[in-house]
C-alpha cells in the first residue's frame, strides 16, 4: 500500500524537528506543512483536539501527536533500519527516562530565558546550567546519549541546539566554555545528514526568539 | 538466575501503586519498601539522584524511575505475561498518548481543582471538567480504555478511577458525577472492582483519613 505521511509542524519547532529527523533517519517520504501557530489550520484542531499543537504525524489518514510518542512510533512502523531505540529493554528504559527528562526541564526553563526578565531570568539561568551539567555528565565519555549509536535520547535533545545561540545570547553565557562536551556531541551529531538537513540555522533561529521575546515582554 | 525486584513506593501515591499493579498483572513477585518522604532513604537517593521520587524500580540493582517508563520496561521484560502495551504500533501511539495526557495534563488540573483555592481552582474545575470529557468520549462504553481487558491507559487513570472519589468526598469539589460522565463513572466502578487493582489500592478509609489529617494541617 501506498503509504501517504503528512506531518504539521514549525520550523523552528524543537520538537517538530525531532520527527524530521526520525523520519530523515529512515528515509521515509511525506509532505511538510508549515502551521502559523497564530492562526491555526482546520487540519491541525481537527487532527490534535487535545492539545491543538504541532508536531502531529498523519499516518494513512491517522494522526499521531507529541514528538516522543512520534519519534517510537515512526520507529516500530519503519523498523527496517536505523533502529532508534536500542533493543534491551534496561537501555531502552534508560533512553525513554532521559529523553523525558529533557521534555521536563529543558524547554520550560530555557524558554524563561526570552520570556522572563531580572531576577525569574537569573534563576533560569541559572537552572539551565545546571541542567545541561547534569545532561554532560549523563553522556560523560560516550560519543552518543545511547552509546556508540546514534539514538533515541540523541534525537530528543539535538534539536535544541539549534536554539544554543539563543539560549547563550539571552542568557549571556557560552555553551563552548560552560558544557564543551555537550558541543562536541552536537557537532557529531550535526555529522550525520538527518541531522544537519533538518537543524535550521541558530541565527534565524534567535530572530525567531526575539519576535517571541518581543510578544512577551512588548519591548 | 534469580531475579531481584524491588519497588520503592508511598502508599498513598498512585504512581508507585501504577508499578505494584502492573507487577501484579504479570505475576512478579517483588519486595515493597515504603518511603517516608519527608526523609528520603540513602538507597532511594542513590537509585533517583535525578528526581528524588518514587516510584523507582530496582531489577538486579539496577534502577529504573518514572512510573510510565518502568510500565512499559515491566512489559518489555515479561513479554510472555498479561500484556500492559497493545501489540499494534498506532494503539500503542494511543495509549502512551492517553498516559500521557493524564500526568501531564488531568493529574494538574484535578489537584488544583480540588486542592487549589479561589479563582485558580475555579479555572481548575472548568479545565479538569474538559479534560474528564476527552477521557470520557475516548472511552465511550467500553469496559477498560484498553479494550476488554485493563491496559497501560487505565493502570495510569488510577488517580480518576479511585484518588478522585477520595479528592471529592474530603475536599466537597464534585468533578466527576454520573450524569456528566456516564462512562467514566461505569469504568471507574469496574476499575477499583478488579482484582488486581482492588489489591493495589490503599484502603478507602485510610486514604480518606490521610486526606482529612493533610487538609486541616494546611
Known sequence: M?????LLDLWASMFGMRVRVALAEKGIKYEY??????????LLLQ???????IPVLIHNGKPICESLIIVQYIDEVWNDKSPLLPSDPYKRAQARF??????????????KLWSTKGEEHETAKKELLEIFKTLEEELGEKPYFGGETFG??????????????AFETFGEFSMEAEHPKIIAWAKRCMQ???????????????????????????? | MVEEVVVFGVWVSPYSRRVETALRLKGVPYKYIEEDLGNKSPLLLKYNPIH?????????????AESLVILEYIDETCPQGFPILPKDPYERATARFGSKFIDDKCMPAITQACWGEGEASDKAVEEATELLMFMENELKENRFFGGERIGMVDIAANIVGFWLGTFEQVTGVELMTRD???????????????NVIKENLPPREEMISYLRKKRSAR
Open chain 1, 47 to 53: 487532527m490534535n483536539p487535545v492539545h491543538k499543537k
Open chain 1, 2 to 6: 501506498a503509504e501517504k505521511v503528512v
Open chain 2, 52 to 64: 528524588e521520587k518514587v516510584p523507582v524500580l530496582v531489577h538486579n540493582g539496577n534502577p529504573i
Open chain 2, 180 to 194: 456528566k460522565f456516564p462512562n467514566l463513572t461505569n469504568w471507574s466502578i469496574e476499575f477499583v472492582r478488579n
Open chain 1, 33 to 42: 506543512r508549515e502551521e502559523d501557530l497564530k492562526n491555526k489550520s482546520d
Open chain 1, 98 to 111: 532521559w529523553a523525558d527528562f529533557v521534555d521536563k526541564k529543558v524547554y520550560d526553563t530555557g524558554r
Open chain 1, 152 to 165: 533515541f535520547m540523541d534525537v530528543a535533545f539535538v534539536t535544541f541546539y539549534s536554539w544554543f545561540y
Open chain 1, 192 to 219: 550525520k545528514e538527518s541531522v544537519a538537513k533538518t537543524l535550521p540555522d541558530q541565527q534565524k533561529v534567535y530572530e525567531f526568539a526575539l519576535g517571541l521575546r518581543k510578544r512577551f515582554l512588548g519591548e
